[in-house]
Structures are given as structure tokens and as C-alpha cells.
């Protein structure tokens, strides 16, 4: 069912509102047939779009409010979550960044809500990658990521007005008494090596060689926290591509009367 308005060819065009068959409806701007323009699509089962359309997709600035309660902000192109937004995790962390073909890629900031703790930097097909830091409450780190890890050179920058320098191991997990040694060893979250502690320096995990430690100073001042670092949690996000597919998937409602 479809009520508003048409152009001389008999296409929506204009203002109008349709009824979909599944129970799903949208309010909004038609061109030629096409839901283009602002609008609203409400979902039956809870989610909504409010936004820019063009060609029956979701294209240009717009907010989604997912069932579980998650939303997400900013830029869309061809149906997807591309551009520049901000996703709000129904947990309550937040992503605000870059985000490409529905991931987020590019720069961006994560806030775990539990925590406070927040991370920022790069992102590569959803994961944290390359240079950043992860910032606690009395002490960050700043160095290079893959994979949601830390990894390689970095250093340990404290509030009371020092750094530890130090890099971040890959191991690999002991094989148990009785295993087969042809099986591929697990790798294990990477461990944290510390060489030196210094005042704050203007020395990044960029350059060549870290600085010589101070005098006196000493290993045992600081304690790096066991729980340094963890991936972001994609929190309202479980199943995306089947909930995007068939949830979250506008109706085609071209030429329904």
C-alpha cells in the first residue's frame, strides 16, 4: 500500500508513505519510483533508519537504531556504514571514526564504557591496527597495534612524570606432554618487555633508538598492569552480516500500489 504522491508517469514522486507486505514502512521522499531523499524505514522488528536515501538506499547522512538497543550515526554509501560515525554499542562503548564497506577502518577513537579506558588510533577491516595509544587512568600506551595487540617498540607513559620503554613479544603457547609436534603452535596474547625508565621524552615508538635511561632510575618503580590492553568489542554486532541481510535490509517497495 503506498499513499502520497506521483508524477504524470504514475511513479511515486514526492512526499508519501508506503506499507510493505513484510510489516516493514517507510515515510518519506520519493524520485521516479525510488525512495530518494530524506526518510524514514521502520523496521518490524524494532530497527529504524532516519535519513538520506538515493535509489532505495541509504546514502548520505544518516542514524540507524538497531533492535539491541546499539546505534550508529554518520555517513552511508550503497546501504553501508562508509564515511565518517559514531556507533554506540549496547554495552555503551563507543566508536567515533572512519569507517569503510561497514567496518571500521581508518583513524578512530574506542571508548570502553566499563573502563573509561579509550583508544585511539588506527584500524584496519575492524580491528585495531597500526600506530596509537591506549589510554588508562593513570597511564597510557603509546606504540603499534595488529590485530587488536600490542605490538613491537613502545613505551609506558605514567602520570607521575616518567615512561617505561620497552616492546611487546609475540610467544607462542608450550605444547603439552604428548602432543603432536606437527600441529601448528597457538600464539598467545604478546608479552610485555620492559628495557628502560625514564623522565617523559619526546621519543616515539617512530624513532630509531629510545633514550639512555636516567640515572637511578629503576625497574621496580613501576609495574606495568597485567590488563594493558583489550580488543574492541563489537558489542551489538554479533551476526552483523545476517542481521544487515535479513533484518536490516530495506524492502524493495518499487511499484507496489
Partial sequence: KYDGER???GERHGRGK???????????????????????????????????????????????????????????VNDQRHGYG?????????????????????????????????????????NQEGQAELIHLNHRFKGKFLNGNPVGRGKYIFDIGCEQHGEYIQSEQDKGEGEEEEEPSLLVAPKWK???????????????NPPSPREGSL???????????????????EDEESREEEENKDQEDQGEE
Avoid at 96 to 104: A, D, I, L, S, V
Fill in 219 to 237: 625497574h621496580s618503580l613501576l609495574e606495568v598492569p597485567s590488563e594493558v590492553f583489550s580488543p574492541a568489542r563489537d558489542a551489538g554486532e
Fill in 18 to 76: 508506503a506499507y510493505l507486505p513484510n510489516g516493514d514502512t517507510y515515510d518519506g521522499e520519493y524520485e521516479r519510483g525510488f525512495r530518494s531523499g530524506q526518510g524514514t524505514y521502520r523496521f518490524r522488528n524494532g530497527a529504524c533508519y532516519t535519513g538520506e536515501y538515493l535509489q532505495n538506499k541509504k546514502h548520505g547522512r544518516g542514524i540507524f537504531f538497531y533492535p539491541d538497543g546499539s546505534k550508529y550515526e554518520g555517513d552511508w
Fill in 86 to 126: 559514531e556507533y554506540t554499542y549496547a554495552n555503551g562503548d563507543t566508536y567515533t571514526g572512519e569507517w569503510f564497506n561497514n567496518n571500521r577502518h581508518g583513524q578512530g577513537t574506542y571508548v570502553y564504557k566499563d573502563t573509561g579506558s579509550k583508544y585511539v588510533g588506527g584500524w584496519v577491516n575492524g
Fill in 7 to 9: 508524477n504524470s508517469e
Fill in 194 to 208: 620492559a628495557s628502560e625508565i625514564t623522565k617523559l621524552t619526546l621519543w616515539t615508538p617512530h624513532g630509531e
